[in-house]
T-cell receptor
């Protein structure tokens, strides 16, 4: 099983360019998340999808859009990249169920994005 | 506001025991979790506490006191491979959102 797969692993953009980060999970999880992690900091939630067909804003949604394409896939789009969006982006998923399940998130390997 | 506080860095010796503390202030509470992240890697789940008390998983244990809004991760018999950052996270609401601490970098010396 692949778990959570993110593409690409690395990306360099120029200010103003757009791109979509892809995420897919093969664990039949209901919930999926996009985080960003800046050096020496914890994870900040950008958007999440509690179930197929729903998306909600997290702590830092400005400058981003998301699409929950189906149960497996959750993409993150930067419409006009800015240097402040230079970060490591992680996608995660979690199953539906008891509280412990809700607190266990499975992460992809991350996308390292630089915006020049 | 919502916040989780944990030390930024802890240093310990190989074979020793280390405790990483986490205090939280959140609008809701649906459990305290701990994650490990090696440099350049992704966070991986270590432990979960939904109720007060101690949970043990091998060399790692985690404790929760909801009345004190406090928990800790205890690592025993430290090995060099335990060098990593450790994050506490609180399930803040029933919508599956986690609030994360800034992480504690654990440095292990031989």
């Amino acid at each position: 099983n692949a778990g959570v797969t993110q593409t690409p692993k690395f990306q360099v953009l120029k200010t103003g360019q757009s791109m979509t980060l892809q995420c897919a999970q093969d664990m039949n999880h209901n919930s999926m998340y996009w985080y960003r992690q800046d050096p020496g900091m914890g994870l900040r939630l950008i958007y999440y999808s509690a179930s197929e067909g729903t998306t909600d804003k997290g702590e830092v949604p400005n400058g981003y859009n998301v699409s929950r394409l189906n149960k497996r896939e959750f993409s993150l789009r930067l419409e006009s990249a800015a240097p402040s969006q230079t970060s490591v982006y992680f996608c995660a998923s979690s199953p539906k169920g008891a509280a412990i399940a809700k607190n266990i998130q499975y992460f992809g390997a991350g996308t390292r994005l630089s915006v020049l | 506001g919502q916040s989780l506080e944990q030390p930024s860095e802890v240093t310990a010796v190989e074979g020793a025991i280390v405790q990483i503390n986490c205090t939280y202030q959140t609008s809701g509470f649906y459990g305290l979790s701990w994650y490990q992240q090696h440099d350049g890697g992704a966070p991986t789940f270590l432990s979960y506490n939904g109720l007060d008390g101690l949970e043990e998983t091998g060399r790692f244990s985690s404790f929760l006191s909801r009345s004190d809004s406090y928990g800790y991760l205890l690592l025993q018999e430290l090995q060099m491979k335990d060098s990593a950052s450790y994050f506490c996270a609180v399930g803040e609401d029933s919508n599956y959102q986690l609030i994360w601490g800034a992480g504690t970098k654990l440095i292990i010396k031989p």
